[in-house]
């Protein structure tokens, strides 16, 4: 529960963290922001991360002129290519043995199968698709790799991704983050930043509850 309670909180108060961790550590924050936004994209262990409204935090936060905004998107973009391809290479390596049936302790299959889902339904667009869904974005590359996707095909999509995503985010919080509404009620923007997010995965498993009724 208490490790609930701190994710929840992080995710309601991110722009007091965020504050905080500019406030004590300066330029180290990039550094920090790189961290998670790598770890959020390049490790299937940690899909819990912000990633969406980091961004928009990010960008807000720039807007103040606490962080600069090129310096952002560069890293934030380079931490997103590098997570996936990470992630990718991983999948790769561990192809084999999910093939051979072997279990895998740390991946959930029922993350692995939902994004199955969206490989068969957008083909390779999913790598760019899936950067603005939570938990799809992690396993995407991941699945990627172990689908065999070959790297040549991999990486435009994932580039092109990468750079839509950041872009999209953080300059949506540069530009709005900063509206008095949206200062004001900050938390429950970005509530709803993650709500939205999380959508298109709420109703992929909608779908697919629907599909098995009739087979079972």
Request: hydrophobic share 55%; glycine share 8%.
């Given at each position: 529960m208490d490790i609930l309670h701190a994710l929840l909180d992080l995710f309601l108060h991110l722009d007091k963290h965020l504050a905080e961790v500019i406030l004590r550590y300066g330029g180290w924050t990039y550094l920090i922001l790189f961290l998670i936004v790598f770890c959020e994209t390049g490790l299937v262990v940690t899909p819990f991360l912000?990633?969406?409204?980091?961004?928009?935090?990010?960008g807000a936060f720039a807007a103040k002129g606490s962080l600069d905004l090129a310096t952002v998107m560069l890293v934030l973009f380079v931490a997103a290519v590098v997570g996936d391809n990470v992630n990718y290479l991983v999948g790769r390596t561990l192809a084999p043995r999910l093939v051979a049936g072997r279990r895998l302790r740390f991946v959930k299959q029922e993350h692995l199968v939902r994004t199955h889902r969206f490989f068969e339904r957008h083909g390779a667009k999913t790598i760019v698709i899936a950067r603005f869904v939570p938990i799809v974005r992690t396993f995407a590359?991941?699945?990627?790799?172990?689908?065999?996707?070959?790297?040549?095909?991999?990486?435009?999509?994932?580039l092109f991704g990468g750079a839509l995503w950041i872009s999209t985010c953080t300059l949506a919080g540069y530009f709005f983050g900063n509206l008095p509404f949206v200062r004001d009620h900050f938390s429950l923007v970005v509530l709803g930043i993650v709500l939205i997010s999380i959508l298109p995965g709420v109703v992929e498993i909608i779908r697919a509850r629907r599909a098995a009724a009739p087979a079972a």
């Amino acid at each position: 529960m208490d490790i609930l309670h701190a994710l929840l909180d992080l995710f309601l108060h991110l722009d007091k963290h965020l504050a905080e961790v500019i406030l004590r550590y300066g330029g180290w924050t990039y550094l920090i922001l790189f961290l998670i936004v790598f770890c959020e994209t390049g490790l299937v262990v940690t899909p819990f991360l912000p990633g969406d409204s980091l961004l928009f935090a990010a960008g807000a936060f720039a807007a103040k002129g606490s962080l600069d905004l090129a310096t952002v998107m560069l890293v934030l973009f380079v931490a997103a290519v590098v997570g996936d391809n990470v992630n990718y290479l991983v999948g790769r390596t561990l192809a084999p043995r999910l093939v051979a049936g072997r279990r895998l302790r740390f991946v959930k299959q029922e993350h692995l199968v939902r994004t199955h889902r969206f490989f068969e339904r957008h083909g390779a667009k999913t790598i760019v698709i899936a950067r603005f869904v939570p938990i799809v974005r992690t396993f995407a590359p991941f699945v990627a790799g172990v689908g065999t996707m070959s790297y040549r095909r991999f990486l435009p999509f994932d580039l092109f991704g990468g750079a839509l995503w950041i872009s999209t985010c953080t300059l949506a919080g540069y530009f709005f983050g900063n509206l008095p509404f949206v200062r004001d009620h900050f938390s429950l923007v970005v509530l709803g930043i993650v709500l939205i997010s999380i959508l298109p995965g709420v109703v992929e498993i909608i779908r697919a509850r629907r599909a098995a009724a009739p087979a079972a």
